[in-house]
């Protein structure tokens, strides 16, 4: 039954904001709670864990490609993270920042500051005075976790210096009296950032989110297509389609999702009330720059097309 396009604009957007649970959360969840006290109980308090000494905590780089999922598992885990979340004692105690455009140190502080409610702050203002006013920030807002999210954008200003000063601002909040444990995400190559100087890349533990492979991921895929069919009142497919989604998404949870998503929203506005290898195909075509006959959806031998070529983040490199 053709549905308007009112209705299916809202069962998409109720599709949209679900939340798919993998193995994937316990991760990022178990790394955190690595850099937290403990109360008696054994349960993790907002209160950093400090090493060498008592001088420091710790810092937490989380990587994966794009399209995995990376930026909406990290935000989960936060917000519902007991100790840190939205329904931790006395509110939230993360705050969460993107890399901004330019990504240079002043510019970072300034939008850490933002983020915060800080009242804006003065453009003549001296970088290293910005981060004083940073540290000072965090520690009056209780903030126990500063995640960056898109770290990886760091390269974008090409100066090895700039980040080289970044990296010592960073060492600077886990130094700070109270210090502030640092949650870096993007692209693998954030690791060769990180990397730039050997005891700054020490103070952080590294987190790459395996990749999306039937025998971990197969049953739960496919009860999500069965779970979505069922929320957009449409017929799951006849046949088997999650190896398929699975090498299309080039082995991304994120990118699985929103494949599938896509197939429905093809299905529901063609008026059909039966979700096929057809509609995968269609939406799939849509957004890649590839013939029927590199379509997995669509090809015999799926599994022999290549997907890989521009697509691999590994392949980028740092300016120098």
Known sequence: MLKSEFEID????????????????AEVRHEIDRLLRRDADGAPIAVPVRFSGGREARGIVVTCHPGD????????????????GLGAPGGPRYLAVTVPSPATLKALGCEILRVSGYPDVSERRERWSIWRL???RLAALGVVVLLIDEAHDLRSNGSVEEIMDI???????????PPVILL??????????????????RRFAKLELSPVTAPTEGDKLQQLI???CRCADIAPPEVDVVPRLIYASRYRFGMC?????????????????RLTLAHFAEAWAAVESKGPDCNPFLAIKWACIDLTEGTDPRQWKLKK
């Open 10 to 25: 809202n069962i998409l957007e109720v599709l949209r904001h679900k939340f798919v649970t993998t193995h994937r959360d």
């Open 69 to 84: 999922g990376k930026s909406t598992i990290i935000d989960h885990v936060l917000k519902t993270h007991p100790a840190l």
């Open 134 to 136: 940073v540290r000072h």
């Open 167 to 177: 990296l010592c601002a960073f060492k600077s909040l886990l130094e700070a009296d």
């Open 184 to 201: 870096l995400s993007g692209i693998p190559i954030l690791h060769e950032i990180v990397a730039f100087e050997g005891q700054k890349n």
């Open 226 to 228: 069965v779970d979505f």
């Open 257 to 273: 999702i929103e494949n599938t998503l896509n197939a429905i929203e093809e299905a529901l506005r063609h008026g059909d009330d």
